[in-house]
């Protein structure tokens, strides 16, 4: 297993639950990077130097696109995962024509829902219908599908949510969406580097994906256009990357992607088994704990339809806000289903579109895991998840007690 320096909190072991967040990068992969940042060396350059980081520039892409299932050529390296996915919303919109319309759900995480509504602030429809999403977080394609029509330009759909881990229908889309000719974007962000992603087999037009999530470096990502879909810069400049993202390539950043990619790639089956057991025991533990009737499981019941390494838990009569300050407390580290903007706490768009009821909305935690999480990680978890839940019930017992006289 590719280890990082321990982290503790004071004396105690910290615990990394927040895998969806970002992961720590692979010391192999600070090593591949090294040398490419201080040799330096412009790709572009008609010298030595620019010559040595054209052809790493060029083995990544490769190693990239063989491990995604595309063309060397089907890939632009990005910033990250926001920016991948805005370059291929605003370039598939056709905002040249004018408004059209676009068939999403609200499933979607704000890189690609914020890139849909300043387009719907340009004029364009954005259909998110309620009904698209079903109570276990998987979209209904053949809603979806209704939706299209003469005037659509695109469909999107994300390949696995971030915060209840569903791993969506995508291929049935791209069907529907094929019998009118349609492009189909996915925000592969929360995929990649988890499950197997092949970009031929999805049929998609365009996917988005980031390093940090898979131990890369973060700061860079990547877009896949299939050949012949035209990608229409964010900013002009040079004519980098054929013209689709200018500015001078990051070479080094993207050789760490593809290294840690490669890592991804050949420990993935035993990788995911690990994740999938460790969500399965936590899953397990927390309700043998705390009783069924007090934790609920966000996400689809088939465990192959949810991402192995996320685990999105609704404590019924605990307030998210102090069971996440409490779990930092003590050493796990965790996030809300839900978004902080200007100090108020909003109720994630995920459990939203999947009708959570209201009861959980803001007592609902995800415990994700990354390369380094390890048995020892879950169980230790495990304790202090339940002892923190058990003193926030108990004070709200007894609060309730004192209360009612
Ligand atoms: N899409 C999804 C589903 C994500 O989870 C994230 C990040 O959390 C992003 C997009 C944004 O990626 P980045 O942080 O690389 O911009």
Not at 107 to 126: K, R, T
Not at 210 to 228: C, D, E, N, T
Request: glycine share 12%; with cysteine; hydrophobic share 45%.
């Amino acid at each position: 297993m590719d280890r990082t320096p321990p982290r503790s909190a004071g004396s105690r072991h910290l615990i990394d639950l927040d895998g969806n967040a970002t992961t720590p990068l692979y010391p192999a992969v600070l090593e591949a990077m090294r040398p490419h940042w201080l040799a330096g060396g412009n790709p572009e350059s008609r010298h030595g130097l620019g010559r040595t980081a054209r052809q790493a520039w060029e083995r990544a892409r490769e190693t990239l696109a063989a491990g995604l299932g595309a063309h060397p050529d089907e890939v632009i390296i990005t910033s990250g995962g926001t920016e991948a996915n805005h370059l291929a919303i605003q370039s598939l919109a056709g905002i040249e024509r004018g408004p059209g319309q676009i068939v999403a759900t609200g499933l979607e995480h704000p890189a690609v829902s914020s890139a849909l509504d300043q387009l719907a602030n340009q004029g364009f429809e954005v259909i998110r219908d309620p009904e698209a999403v079903g109570l276990d977080g998987i979209a209904r394609c053949e809603v979806m599908a209704r939706a299209i029509g003469p005037f659509t330009r695109l469909a999107t759909l994300m390949l696995a949510n971030n915060e209840v881990g569903s791993i969506q229908p995508l291929r049935a889309l791209v069907d529907h969406a094929a019998a009118w000719g349609l492009p189909v974007h996915t925000d592969a962000v929360q995929a990649v580097g988890r499950i197997a992603v092949n970009f031929q087999e999805l049929g998609v037009a365009t996917l988005a994906a980031s390093a940090h999530k898979f131990h890369g470096p973060v700061g860079v990502g990547l877009l896949l256009a299939r050949r012949g879909v035209t990608i229409h810069p964010l900013a002009q400049g040079g004519a980098q990357q054929s013209g689709r993202r200018p500015g001078t390539p990051p070479v080094a950043l993207a050789v760490g992607m593809a290294t840690a990619l490669e890592r991804f790639r050949a420990q993935a089956a035993e990788r995911q088994a690990r994740w999938e057991s460790f969500r399965d025991q936590l899953a397990r533990g927390l309700i043998e704990a705390l009783g069924a009737d007090r934790v609920e499981i966000h996400g689809p019941g088939q465990p192959t339809l949810r991402l192995p390494q996320t685990l999105n838990v609704g404590f019924h009569g605990v307030d998210g806000d102090a069971l996440l300050m409490q779990l930092d407390l003590a050493g796990v580290a965790a996030s809300l289903g839900s978004a902080c903007a200007s100090g108020a706490t909003l109720p994630s768009p995920t459990l939203l579109a999947m009708k959570v009821s209201p009861g959980l909305l803001r007592s609902s935690v995800r415990f994700s895991f990354h390369a380094q999480t390890t048995k020892d990680d879950i169980d230790e978890a495990l304790r202090r998840i339940v002892a923190v839940a058990r003193g926030i019930l108990g004070a709200a017992d007894e609060f309730r007690v004192v209360a009612l006289g």
